[in-house]
Structure formats: C-alpha cells, structure tokens
C-alpha cells in the first residue's frame, strides 16, 4: 500500500507561481512512476505531469508544457510540481498518483495509476 499526501495548494494572481509537493509513504516499488493529474468539477480527470523513479524522463501535457515542472527527491520520496507563469484555467484539484514500474499504460493514462492524494486546490484568479 501507498498512502500519497499533496500540500502547496493555493489562491494565486495570474502569472504567480506555486510549488506543489506530494509525499509518498509505504512501498516504494509503487511510486516507481509518479504523476500529477487535476480535475475540475464536472471534467474528467487531466493529464499535467509524470516522472519515473530516476529523474531521467518525464512527459507533460502541452497546456502546461514550458510553465510547469516536475521533479523528485527520492531520499525523501517525494515529488514537486513547480507551476510558473499560472492561468485562471490552471485552476483545479491538482491529485498525486503513483504507479510500478511494471504497470500497463501509457503515463497520461488516469486508469494506469494505482495510487491517489486526496488532492490539493488551485485557484488562479485574473
């Protein structure tokens, strides 16, 4: 089991930045792949970012691509995702999730995960 706990969350002007960071506690063979999602009432569950263990390749989506950035401390087992230049559509329930090396799906895959946060709200106001 992995319990997965997102802080940093928070109301932010647009073009502001936040550091949002995601402790992962229990088996570390889980959180091989660790990712960040959002949602917004009503949508389905989006894509931002994914890291594998090493740091050696991430994916994001391209809505975030040059204003976010994903990193981790394994020592710490936990992973940031740094935000810059922050929209009003940026707003969300930014949601942590982890997944064994060995898990089928492709990294943007929401149904590949194994393990979720409860999540973290992000409000960017114009």
């Known amino acids: 089991q992995v319990q997965l706990v997102e802080s940093g969350g928070g109301l932010v002007q647009a073009g502001d930045s936040l550091r949002l960071s995601c402790a992962a506690s229990g088996r570390t063979s889980d959180t091989y792949i660790m990712a960040w999602f959002r949602q917004i009432p009503g949508k389905e569950r989006e894509f931002v970012a994914a890291?594998?263990?090493?740091?050696?390749?991430?994916e994001y989506a391209d809505p975030v691509k040059g204003r976010f950035t994903i990193s981790r401390d394994t020592a710490k087992n936990t992973v940031y995702l740094r935000m810059n230049s922050l929209k009003p559509e940026d707003t969300a329930v930014y949601l942590c999730?982890?997944?064994?090396?060995?898990?089928?799906?492709?990294?943007?895959?929401?149904?590949?995960?194994?393990?979720w946060g409860q999540g973290t709200q992000v409000t960017v106001s114009s």
């Open positions: 999730a982890s997944r064994p090396a060995d898990a089928v799906g492709y990294w943007y895959n929401r149904y590949a995960y194994d393990y």
């Open positions: 890291l594998n263990w090493s740091g050696s390749r991430s």
